[in-house]
């Protein structure tokens, strides 16, 4: 009864989604051509693997196709490597509309489905407990949304700000998270995992290739004047909005208290 559906947008095109275990799952050529991202491939190899998910769609000639599928935590990671301006206006519509969208029609009943039900009293029964078990489902997701909701209203205060910070400040804003985590251990972590270079350097502690992509950094230029009249250029490592949410969501999923501290 997960049936797939399609959402058109006059200014991006075309979306297809359909509930999948619970939850939201968009098509994942879908956005990257809305994107302008063309190695889908290299896309998919940057994503969560437990998020992406092979399903089955139907073409424009009504033939029986498969898909790759991602989930919301993954759309957000594929929005963050384009470099196309609407990519926020895209970002909107698909949170406010697409996403709830699929939410709220997990099951529904088409003229087929309906046909079938008033028909076939096991066919009915078989709907009601699926829908039974989506409703279950759906309560669980709004009390874990209850619980989560001051880091939500916090994630919101990030995306609409414009600045970017220090990976101190980053720091100090995981610690009001509940990461015990300092700025001297952040640079670390982020130069062991490829966000920023390792090796000792004019470029040490930048923003790797793959973090500018992923619109994770940006890095500020100061210009500075010495006594002796020549000029030298300061360099400083700053982490964008997106990035910010980028790095509480990884530490929020993936590390506890105990292990970002070690």
């Not at 959402?7 to 879908?30: A, H, M």
């Not at 028909?119 to 989506?134: F, G, R, Y």
Request: aromatic share 8%; with cysteine.
């Amino acid at each position: 009864m997960k049936e797939l559906q399609i959402f058109n947008n006059k200014e991006f095109g075309q979306v297809r989604g359909k509930l999948i275990n619970g939850q939201p799952y968009v098509v994942l050529t879908d956005v990257c051509k809305i994107l302008g991202l063309n190695n889908v491939s290299q896309v998919k190899t940057r994503l969560k693997k437990d998020g992406v998910i092979t399903n089955e769609v139907i073409d424009s000639l009504g033939r029986k196709q498969t898909a790759n599928f991602i989930d919301e935590s993954n759309l957000y990671r594929v929005i963050f490597q384009s470099r196309k301006k609407e990519a926020e206006k895209f970002t909107d519509w698909v949170v406010e509309e697409v996403l709830p969208s699929i939410r709220k029609h997990g099951i529904y009943a088409t003229p087929q489905a309906v046909e079938a039900m008033l028909n076939d009293p096991d066919t009915m029964i078989k709907t009601l407990q699926v829908l039974k078990k989506e409703r279950e489902e759906k309560q669980k997701l709004q009390q874990q949304i209850e619980q989560d909701k001051p880091k939500v209203l916090f994630a919101d205060a990030v995306s609409t700000s414009k600045s970017s910070i220090l990976v101190g400040e980053l720091a100090k804003i995981l610690k009001q998270n509940g990461v015990d985590i300092g700025q001297n251990r952040l640079f670390k972590w982020l130069r062991q995992n490829g966000y920023l270079i390792s090796r000792k350097g004019t470029d040490y502690n930048m923003p790797t290739q793959y973090s500018m992509e992923l619109g994770l950094f940006e890095v500020k230029e100061t210009t500075i004047t010495h006594s002796d009249g020549h000029i030298s250029i300061c360099k400083t490592p700053k982490v964008t909005g997106g990035g910010q949410i980028y790095f509480i969501n990884k530490f929020k999923e993936k590390y506890k208290t105990r292990e970002v501290a070690n």
